[in-house]
């Protein structure tokens, strides 16, 4: 009798933390949907291209095939710099991709993938997740019909694919090179010639002479654009993208008519796209890395110091520049430099003198 006492008083205290408010729960309907979802990303892009196919599939499955995403990888229905322009005029519903790419049209949105010297993903996933960057991200494309949501990082990049050696600043200057964002302004206030290229196509690009030189992802996203075969010195770090994080956009109308729970599945189903695509790519970079130091065709090279602190220099330059010319940038890097300062505080007592017990 106690026995059941007890377990009844526990039950009751369980349910009694754990409300769920009516309203929140709909029937389930009979609705179904078909969408449509491009990425930026290369058909034979490791990673990125799985975990979107996944991310569809997890959709399918916990809907019970209420909401069908079609995905076609970048390219095959869109160009990746026009997936922005589908997803809000809704010829596609769904894009996965990042927001940096959409730099000539929402300079604010460079914020939400990634700063030169600026967050890594720990603090990318705290400010957006939790610390009010993804309210700031939404409101950003509320104008354009489109909500987004994070979907993915990648990690600290590789600093980029190079015929000559980067010994000075000047070794910089005059080089044609693939580099989006705000990475790309940095290179151009040091000398250097930024362009965009879409990811499919930076072999070609460096192989026939058209830029001398790219960054794109890392050791196992390189390779497979085979960018090792056409550039003899990989340089580190990446400093123009300490974690770049990566995007799930949603035309706002066809998001409407989706049922609550379907919205859930949704945003459940993207953060496990995230964590995904985070713990392959430090997996895969990891061991593509390892055969790469092996190989002795390439030469992996760290950009000296010197070269670094001149960079720094620059980022501050040109997103002064850059706050100064838009409100919306402005406002938005007060809200990541607050984050990001009070963050620099706790990870002084963290994470930077844990790592120092590795020197
Ligand atoms: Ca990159």
């Known amino acids: 009798m106690i026995r059941i006492i007890v377990t009844f008083l526990l039950l009751s205290f369980l349910i009694s933390c754990n409300p769920i408010d009516d309203e929140e729960v709909n029937e389930v309907s009979k609705r179904t949907y078909s969408w449509k979802m491009v990425t930026a990303w290369p058909p034979n892009s490791p990673i990125n291209q799985e975990s979107v196919e996944q991310f569809a599939k997890d959709v399918a499955i916990m809907s019970r095939g209420r909401l069908k995403i079609k995905v076609f990888a970048g390219g095959e229905l869109v160009p990746p710099s026009q997936a922005f322009d589908a997803v809000s005029q809704g010829g596609v519903q769904m894009a996965h991709t990042a927001s940096y790419y959409w730099a000539g049209k929402v300079p604010a949105a460079q914020f939400m993938t990634v700063v030169p010297f600026g967050l890594t993903h720990k603090g990318a996933w705290s400010w957006i997740y939790a610390g009010g960057g993804l309210a700031l991200w939404q409101e950003l494309y509320e104008p354009f019909g489109i909500v987004p949501f994070p979907m993915g990082n990648t990690g600290i990049q590789m600093g980029g694919w190079f015929n000559k050696k980067i010994n000075s600043l000047d070794d910089l200057k005059g080089l044609k090179i ?34 001398d030189a790219t960054e794109w992802v890392g050791p196992v996203f390189d390779k497979r654009q085979g960018l090792d075969e056409v550039a003899k010195y990989y340089y580190f770090p990446g400093w123009h993208e300490p974690g770049s994080q990566l995007e799930l956009i949603i035309n706002r109308d066809a998001w409407k008519l989706l049922e609550p729970d379907l919205k859930l599945i949704v945003e459940t189903a993207a953060a496990k796209a995230s964590l995904d695509i985070f713990a392959q790519s430090e997996l895969q970079n990891t061991a593509a890395f390892l055969e790469m130091q092996a190989d002795n065709s390439i030469e992996i090279l760290e950009f000296p110091e010197s070269v670094l602190t001149e960079l720094r220099r620059l980022t501050a330059l040109v997103i002064e520049e850059e706050a100064s010319a838009d409100t919306d940038f402005s406002k938005i890097f007060e809200a990541y430099r607050a984050f990001e300062e009070d963050y620099q505080a706790y990870r002084s007592v963290t994470e930077i003198p844990y790592r120092k017990t590795f020197e």
């Open 178 to 211: 693939r580099m989006p964002g705000l990475g790309g302004k940095v290179l151009a206030k040091a000398g250097a010639n930024p362009v965009n290229i879409d990811p499919g196509e930076l072999y070609m690009a460096v192989e026939r002479g058209v830029i």
